[in-house]
């Protein structure tokens, strides 16, 4: 009786560890005829310092799109409609004080800012249509109007960048390739190289460690969980007539990192994604043949969530 009752604790001892050990395959799903809403709260903090001079920048934003999804065509591409819902943006420091809300786009101030009111204006009117191949990755980004010919030149030199199809279809299939490529265990990482476009050639690259963490309990659903965490970062400057400055080193660190993914394996969705990152370091400007000296401490971040209609 004692060597039976041995036997059946093994076997359940050995159940549950293969239950830990199983493998989950976290698959994006572009259901036909669907529809989700995105919501993201993003800030940008940056103190910059030059030659001893103080530059301060914070940047606040809350965006809600909705997304809807259409047909599979007969070559396999799939076309989904995006159309933002609101948009409200603030902007504060050294510059001045700039605030934009959707609801009431023509409300303006006097801050030097006021520069970047057509385009906020334009991206809150303005339908996308991302367009997925057979393998659920974006092959193009379409727009129903060409936001930047429209924009005063000041302005096309400073977002040129990041209104680029290109650059916009890179991004999107940035954000897609979070998840793992195979089958997970908990406990398997993967690491990504990602990059974030700034505008007027300002790109920062990032090498990303993603870990996942299993199930996890979330406002009574399961989810998967991934853990992301930032481990360094590369700054590049492309001279841009917009700039005074041009960049001769840089040499950035992360000071703090933290993020982390739910994902919804029944509808295919990341449900929620949290991401905060501090850098900062020194950085070596030009101008007019003389090195400018400078401190960076910038800390980004930003919290997505998605409802699945």
């Known amino acids: 009786m004692k060597k039976s009752s041995i036997v059946s604790l093994l076997v359940v001892v050995v159940s549950a560890a293969h239950g830990l050990c199983q493998e989950v395959h976290?698959?994006?799903?572009?259901?036909?005829?669907?529809?989700?809403?995105?919501?993201?709260?993003?800030?940008?903090?940056?103190?910059?310092?030059?030659v001893g001079m103080e530059t301060t920048t914070n940047v606040q934003t809350h965006t809600v799109s909705t997304s809807h999804i259409g047909s599979r065509a007969n070559d396999g591409t799939l076309r989904v409609k995006e159309k933002v819902d609101s948009l409200q943006i603030n902007m504060g420091g050294t510059?001045?004080?700039?605030?934009?809300?959707?609801?009431?786009?023509?409300?303006?101030?006097?801050?030097?800012?006021?520069?970047?009111?057509?385009?906020?204006?334009?991206?809150?009117?303005?339908?996308?249509?991302?367009?997925?191949?057979?393998d659920n990755l974006v092959q193009a980004i379409e727009s129903d109007e060409n936001v930047l010919a429209s924009l005063p030149v000041q302005v096309q030199a400073l977002v040129k960048d990041q209104l680029d199809p290109a650059t916009l279809k890179e991004a999107a299939n940035q954000a897609l390739a979070a998840l793992p490529d195979e089958p997970v265990r908990k406990g398997a990482s993967w690491e990504r190289t990602e990059s974030a476009n700034f505008g007027a050639g300002q790109v920062m690259?990032?090498?990303?460690?993603?870990?996942?963490?299993?199930?996890?309990?979330?406002?009574?659903?399961?989810?998967?969980?991934?853990?992301?965490?930032?481990?360094?970062?590369?700054?590049?400057?492309?001279?841009?007539?917009?700039?005074?400055?041009?960049?001769?080193?840089?040499?950035?660190?992360?000071?703090?990192?933290?993020?982390?993914?739910?994902?919804?394996?029944?509808?295919?969705?990341?449900?929620?994604?949290?991401?905060?990152?501090?850098?900062?370091?020194?950085?070596?400007?030009?101008?007019?043949?003389?090195?400018?000296?400078?401190?960076?401490?910038?800390?980004?971040?930003?919290?997505?969530?998605?409802?699945?209609?």
């Open 95 to 134: 510059a001045g004080d700039y605030s934009f809300d959707s609801a009431n786009p023509a409300e303006s101030g006097s801050s030097p800012l006021e520069m970047f009111r057509p385009i906020h204006t334009m991206l809150a009117e303005r339908a996308t249509t991302v367009v997925y191949g057979e």
């Open 26 to 50: 976290l698959e994006r799903k572009l259901p036909e005829g669907g529809s989700y809403t995105t919501e993201i709260t993003g800030g940008i903090d940056q103190t910059l310092t030059i």
């Open 205 to 309: 690259t990032f090498e990303v460690t993603y870990t996942y963490q299993g199930t996890v309990q979330h406002e009574g659903k399961t989810f998967d969980r991934i853990n992301q965490k930032v481990g360094s970062v590369d700054f590049t400057l492309e001279d841009n007539p917009a700039l005074p400055l041009t960049l001769k080193d840089a040499k950035l660190k992360i000071a703090a990192s933290q993020g982390f993914i739910l994902f919804d394996r029944k509808v295919g969705q990341i449900v929620k994604s949290s991401q905060k990152t501090r850098i900062a370091g020194g950085i070596t400007f030009e101008a007019n043949g003389m090195e400018l000296p400078s401190k960076l401490d910038l800390t980004i971040n930003s919290v997505t969530n998605v409802k699945v209609n």
